[in-house]
Nanobody, 115 residues
Framework: QVQFVESGGGLVQPGGSLRLSCTAS????????MGWYRQVPGKQRELLAQ???????YYGDSEKGRFTISRDNAKRTMTLQMNSLKSEDTAVYYC?????????WGQGTQVTVSS
């Protein structure tokens, strides 16, 4: 059974930083492109950043230069370093494969950017 567990969210002031972590079980990450997604209430979940097994990274336009995605296939972990956070980054953040698998969504981790 595949399971993703996200952690590291919290309340941070605008301009601050957070580091999110994703721990996977029941899956060999070597075979998958992995991604970080986020969802705001009332909106669809969106893909923010993705990283291939070989480490090739792609970011959304609003994330370029602020977010850094990384992964450790051996440890089955993935991280998202988020800097220069803005209020519009407030959301629940999830990790999953790219493309995502519906049954593999975890609980997510809440990120709130507010002064």
């Amino acid at each position: 059974q595949v399971q993703f567990v996200e952690s590291g969210g919290g309340l941070v002031q605008p301009g601050g930083s957070l580091r999110l972590s994703c721990t996977a079980s029941g899956i060999n990450l070597n075979f998958y492109v992995m991604g970080w997604y986020r969802q705001v209430p009332g909106k669809q979940r969106e893909l923010l950043a993705q990283i291939s097994s070989a480490g090739v990274r792609y970011y959304g336009d609003s994330e370029k230069g602020r977010f850094t995605i990384s992964r450790d296939n051996a440890k089955r972990t993935m991280t998202l370093q988020m800097n220069s956070l803005k209020s519009e980054d407030t959301a629940v953040y999830y990790c999953n494969t790219v493309p995502s698998q519906e049954s593999w969504w975890g609980q997510g981790t809440q990120v709130t950017v507010s002064s």
